[in-house]
């Protein structure tokens, strides 16, 4: 399994990047692919989440409202659509992918849960 995350970049307060997520080695019917960033000096925080099976989308509190997560089988491609940006959306962010069974309900949030991650790709948000 491997994990592409592109589209970061430098982009002002109120503006919009869509990053992308390529998967090989992986089908999106049967992984379920999160989205992760970690700012300076944090911990990497969970982001959004897309289920497997449904395509069921999740979103963190910090970006409801504002980011969009979507997929795209045919491309084997998970994106994550981020609108209103802030200065505290500032991270590297990456995307994670995971096969197995979870009994939790909320298991998706925790790092730990994915076994197979990119290499990241750094969002700046500044005037």
């Known amino acids: 399994v491997q994990l592409q995350a592109s589209g970061g970049g430098l982009v002002q307060p109120g503006g919009s990047l869509r990053l992308s997520c390529a998967a090989s080695g992986l089908t999106l019917d049967y992984y379920a692919i999160g989205w992760f960033r970690q700012a300076p000096g944090k911990e990497r925080e969970w982001v959004s989440y897309i289920s497997s099976s449904a395509g069921r989308p999740y979103y963190a509190e910090s970006v409801k409202g504002r980011f969009t997560i979507s997929r795209d089988k045919l491309k084997n491609t998970v994106y994550l659509q981020m609108n209103s940006l802030k200065p505290d959306d500032t991270a590297v962010y990456y995307c994670?992918?995971?096969?197995?069974?979870?009994?939790?309900?909320?298991?998706?949030?925790?790092?730990?849960?994915?076994?197979?991650w990119g290499q990241g790709t750094l969002v700046t948000v500044s005037s």
């Open positions: 994670a992918a995971d096969g197995s069974y979870h009994a939790s309900t909320s298991w998706y949030k925790d790092k730990a849960e994915y076994p197979y």
